[in-house]
């Protein structure tokens, strides 16, 4: 289990999200700490990644404050969080579907002006992915499920982020390939890299983070340590259904 690091490094404060006359997410708040691994659950359409979605900017909160490192980051855009340390894993492993995977991987730093350094991050994907590397030439599009998520989580880690924001990096994967992912995650973490997970796989992301959260509806139903959550059977058949 690692180890929560200590201080806040984002904080999400009673944070409402709607999407015309529908109410996404219903004031919830929640925090990550420098160097731990926080697990957002929840059913499909709890709310899970229209809040990952508010706390990028990629949709604009109807009310709440999102800060990160202390500073308040409520509505900036994405490629201004980027550069923040803020990096996005989409659901689904979105890739430039035409382009070869070292270019995916480079247009990850966008944000990164020295060529050393992007060589340097390049090379540690390349390390955490070694299936990534042997088809460095290949075009995306033509990757399996299980590589376009390493690819988007590649792509993610080019630009050098202190806090991954993860979709359900499990969705649509063979179990090999899921408990691939996570230990590549459970590495990151280790490394210093912070993560808001969110899964609808809640076991295999119990496993791996410290904290959790659980949406129901819009609204934080449940919080506590990733162990009581896990080792409880009534909070786990009554809010998680295992």
């Known amino acids: 289990m690692p180890d929560d690091g200590g201080g806040v490094l984002l904080s999400v404060e ?3 999200v709607a999407y015309g006359g529908v ?7 929640l925090e990550v700490r420098h160097g731990e691994i926080a697990a957002l659950l929840g059913a499909n359409g709890a709310g899970k990644s229209s809040t990952l979605l508010a706390i990028v900017g990629a949709v604009r909160p109807r009310s709440g404050r999102v800060r ?4 308040d980051i409520t509505g900036l855009a994405p490629d201004v969080l980027v550069r923040r340390g803020i990096a996005l894993i989409p659901e689904g492993g979105r890739v430039f579907a035409r382009q070869p995977v ?3 991987l480079r247009l990850g730093a966008y944000t990164v002006a020295e060529g050393a350094v992007q060589r340097e991050r390049l090379e540690q994907v390349y390390g955490l992915f070694p299936r990534l590397a042997e088809r460095r030439s290949q075009i995306a599009g033509t990757l399996s499920g299980g590589e376009r998520q390493m690819l988007a989580i590649g792509r993610a880690l080019m630009s050098g982020p202190r806090l991954l924001l993860v ?5 649509g994967l063979s179990p090999l390939l899921v408990d691939t992912v996570f230990e590549a995650l459970a590495s990151l973490n280790r490394a210093g890299t912070a993560i808001l997970l969110v899964e609808q796989n809640m076991a295999q992301a119990l496993e791996v983070a410290s904290r ?3 949406m129901q509806s ?3 139903a449940l919080q506590g340590a ?3 959550i896990q080792a409880s059977d009534q909070v786990r058949q009554a809010y998680l259904g295992l």
């Open 218 to 220: 819009g609204a934080i």
């Open 102 to 104: 070292e270019q995916n």
């Open 226 to 228: 990733a162990s009581d």
């Open 212 to 214: 959790a959260y659980v």
């Open 23 to 29: 109410q996404a997410v219903r004031g919830i708040s």
């Open 14 to 16: 009673d944070l409402h």
């Open 167 to 171: 979709d359900e990096p499990s969705l």
């Open 68 to 71: 990160f490192d202390g500073q």
